[in-house]
């Protein structure tokens, strides 16, 4: 093989495998001698790749990590196998992965050739996941915002609105905006963008964003109005949808209780290693007082006062519900009433 910069990507893509290499083995599937190998180890090394020799009587090479990750070089197994595994990543509400995996889909799907786009548009086409609950997000849209985020470029898209509706029924309008982060709160997705129309800051739910279309205009970053973008969507969120906030002492260790008390409205303080301090909000004090007894420990609330009537309500319907006694037939607001 005569052409050196084909012959080190192969040289490459042989050590990215996680073995030790003879020189005399990459010698004969180069298709050179022992002494061009050595020379080409030395090109590597002068790219960065850190790749260590050892000494005996063959000798023989391995890429072993460095301080920063290098390139990689990827068959057409491996690409179809990384896309599609990023795509399942994105949909799971692992902490910390989702955003991450966006970021790393978008970069690889712009680089995948044609042939192999197709590959991985049929393996997700004939693949069904069970849903774990929650609305779903289609990782060709992640992926087209993540690429505009990255690349501060505007981007147009339709948006069906639907706060506070049950089913999220509500008009469709043609959005131009500048995006900002993705932010996964949940098992949902937001896009903070600044609406270029309404001329002002925005967080639009990806689950109702559909045929994003970047338009090519390049923009500088402005400045959001909040600390991090996803302080601004917790923000956003607890002034559209919270009307009641209620404050509470738990008896149960706060990283037992983190996992259930992890959305954007929830505040947990630990006191000691046996109780912490809930502050938390919702659209209902009918919510309130059925999230926290489904918090399967002791608590004492605080505040508001009419939280703990709701709790007593709740209380006697489950004490009668469990005696078998029928009904009561009026006066008492039950569960699932007006808050």
Not at 17 to 29: C, F, I, K, N, V
Not at 189 to 194: K, Q, S
Not at 219 to 227: H, I, S
Request: net charge neutral.
């Amino acid at each position: 093989m005569t052409d050196t910069p084909a012959r080190l990507l192969n040289l490459l893509s042989l050590l990215q495998t996680p073995r030790e290499w003879p020189g005399s083995e990459l010698a004969d599937r180069l298709q050179v001698t022992p002494r061009t190998i050595r020379r080409d180890i030395e090109r590597l090394r002068d790219l960065g790749y850190p790749v260590e020799a050892t000494r005996g009587p063959v000798g023989g090479y391995r890429l072993v990590a460095g301080a920063a990750m290098p390139p990689l070089l990827l068959d057409d197994e491996e690409a179809v196998a990384i896309a599609v595994g990023l795509r399942a990543a994105a949909g799971q509400a692992v902490e910390g992965i989702e955003e991450a995996s966006v970021r790393a889909l978008a970069k690889l799907v712009q680089v995948l050739p044609a042939r192999l786009r197709h590959r991985v548009g049929s393996l997700n086409a004939a693949t069904v996941r069970l849903d774990a609950g929650g609305p779903r997000v289609d990782p060709e849209v992640l992926t087209v915002l993540a690429t505009a985020v990255a690349a501060r470029e505007r981007i147009r898209f339709t948006y069906r609105a639907g706060w506070g509706r049950p089913q999220g029924g509500g008009a469709e309008t043609r959005r131009l905006v500048e995006p900002h982060r993705l932010v996964a709160a949940g098992r949902r997705w937001y896009l903070v963008a600044y609406d270029n129309e309404r001329e002002d800051w925005r967080i639009f739910r990806v689950d109702r964003l559909r045929e994003p279309q970047p338009t090519g205009a390049r923009v500088p970053p402005r400045e959001l109005p909040a600390e991090d973008a996803a302080a601004y969507v917790a923000q956003k969120l607890s002034s559209l949808t919270t009307s009641h906030t209620a404050v509470a002492t738990l008896y149960a260790p706060a990283e037992r209780l983190a996992g259930w008390l992890s959305g954007p409205a929830d505040e947990l303080e630990p006191i000691d290693e046996h109780s912490c301090r809930l502050r938390t909000s919702a659209e209902s004090l009918e919510w309130l007082a059925i999230r926290l007894a489904m918090l399967g420990c002791e608590f004492e609330v605080h505040e508001p006062a009419e939280l703990r009537e709701r709790l007593r309500a709740l209380a006697a319907r489950a004490e009668r519900a469990a005696g078998g006694a029928a009904p009561t037939r009026g006066g008492e607001k039950g569960v699932g009433g007006a808050g």
